[in-house]
Every structure is written in structure tokens, then in C-alpha cells.
């Protein structure tokens, strides 16, 4: 029985960054939404879409770069 640490580290490393992404946008805009009322939240939400525009392009290049080297070290 083998462990690949890598791989666990690597969905564990997912899985935070998607339940940071899950509490940013349902706890922080739902608290706006509370405190604030629905255009408020609204804007936080077009806000918060904003702002994670920039990591969520990253991310996606870096994956497809990844993508792109381990198919070019294949051949």
C-alpha cells in the first residue's frame, strides 16, 4: 500500500482554496446582504467577482502551462 503525498497535498491544497472561495462569497456577501440589504449585496458580489477575476486567470494559465510541459516531456 502506497502513499502519493503529492497528489494528497495537491487536493488538499484544492480544497482549501475552493472553501476560502466558499466562505469569502457566501459568509462575507451574506453578511452584507444582512447588514446591508440586497443592492449592497449585489455590489459586493459584482466586487468580489472583480477581484478574484485575476487569481481565476492565473490559475487557469498555470494549469494549462502545466498542461502544455507535461505533454511536451512526454515526447
Not at 487536493?11 to 444582512?34: E, K, M, R
Request: aromatic share 14%.
Amino acid at each position: 500500500m502506497t502513499h502519493d503525498l503529492r497528489k494528497y497535498a495537491q487536493d488538499t491544497s484544492v480544497q482549501l482554496g475552493i472553501g476560502a472561495f466558499l466562505l469569502l462569497f457566501i459568509i462575507g456577501d451574506g453578511l452584507i446582504y444582512f447588514i446591508y440589504g440586497k443592492s449592497a449585496a449585489m455590489m459586493g458580489l459584482l466586487c468580489l467577482f472583480a477581484g478574484t477575476a485575476p487569481v481565476i486567470i492565473i490559475a487557469f494559465f498555470m494549469v494549462l502551462l502545466n498542461w502544455v510541459v507535461k505533454r511536451a516531456n512526454r515526447e
